[in-house]
């Protein structure tokens, strides 16, 4: 069993920049695809990014190419979602969600077995 805690979320304004944390206890994340989504009030839960633990390959949704970046680390087990040039379009809560599985499509949310409880991210105008 993988437990996903995050962090990092918080209030911001326009341009500014957060980081958002996923830590994994239970197990470590070797051969996972770990990934984050977003859901702003009213809307659907959307993919944002995601990254192959092993070989390190990343995705991203095309709302926030060169803006976001995912990240991982190893030693500590952790993936990271920095937050550049926000908008206020980015305003959500985020969710990282993992699946031991480096194969499946990562931007369908239904694959992934494990979901951490969320982070509100507001960004003011």
């Known amino acids: 069993q993988v437990q996903l805690v995050e962090s990092g979320g918080g209030l911001v304004q326009a341009g500014g920049s957060l980081r958002l944390s996923c830590a994994a206890s239970?197990?470590?994340?070797?051969?996972?695809?770990i990934a984050w989504f977003r859901q702003a009030p009213g809307k659907a839960q959307d993919f944002v990014a995601a990254?192959?633990?092993?070989?390190?390959?990343?995705y991203y949704a095309d709302s926030v190419k060169g803006r976001l970046t995912i990240s991982r680390d190893a030693a500590k087990n952790t993936v990271y979602l920095q937050m550049d040039s926000l908008k206020p379009g980015d305003t959500a809560v985020y969710y990282c969600?993992?699946?031991?599985?480096?194969?499946?499509?990562?931007?369908?949310?239904?694959?992934?077995?494990?979901w951490g409880q969320g982070t509100q991210v507001t960004v003011s105008s």
């Open positions: 969600a993992a699946r031991v599985d480096d194969t499946f499509f990562y931007g369908a949310r239904n694959p992934y077995d494990y």
């Open positions: 239970g197990r470590t994340f070797r051969g996972y695809t």
């Open positions: 990254v192959r633990w092993g070989p390190g390959i990343t």
